[in-house]
């Protein structure tokens, strides 16, 4: 069992920066791709980005690209989400995940339904 908790959120201006970040319980979190979604009010959730277990390896839809940056250690079972230049079109509740082995192909983790473990979110709003 792992247990993700986020934090790092909140009220930000359009064209700042924020870094999240999720917590992990649990001794084997370098084993596990870690996830980040977001869902906005109203909409699906979408995934925005994923890293696979040893760090080196990350997986960004095209729509973040280039803004969006992922990565973790592992020493501190922790998972980060760097977001620059945030646009109103961000404001959501993010949301960490963790899938376990074994290890498949990039658009794998694009699926929600392929992550084991979800933390509870944490709300990023961007005003303009």
């Known amino acids: 069992q792992v247990q993700l908790v986020e934090s790092g959120g909140g009220l930000v201006q359009a064209g700042g920066s924020l870094r999240l970040s999720c917590a992990a319980s649990?001794?084997?979190?370098?084993?596990?791709?870690m996830g980040w979604f977001r869902q906005a009010s109203g909409k699906e959730r979408e995934f925005v980005a994923a890293?696979?277990?040893?760090?080196?390896?990350?997986i960004y839809p095209d729509s973040v690209k280039g803004r969006f940056a992922i990565s973790r250690d592992n020493a501190k079972n922790t998972v980060y989400l760097q977001i620059n230049n945030l646009t109103p079109e961000d404001t959501a509740v993010y949301s960490c995940?963790?899938?376990?082995?074994?290890?498949?192909?990039?658009?794998?983790?694009?699926?929600?339904?392929?992550?084991?473990?979800w933390g509870q979110g944490t709300q990023v709003t961007v005003s303009s």
């Open positions: 649990g001794r084997t979190f370098s084993t596990y791709v």
């Open positions: 890293i696979r277990w040893n760090g080196y390896i990350t």
């Open positions: 995940a963790a899938a376990e082995g074994p290890y498949f192909s990039d658009t794998y983790y694009y699926r929600e339904r392929n992550y084991n473990y």
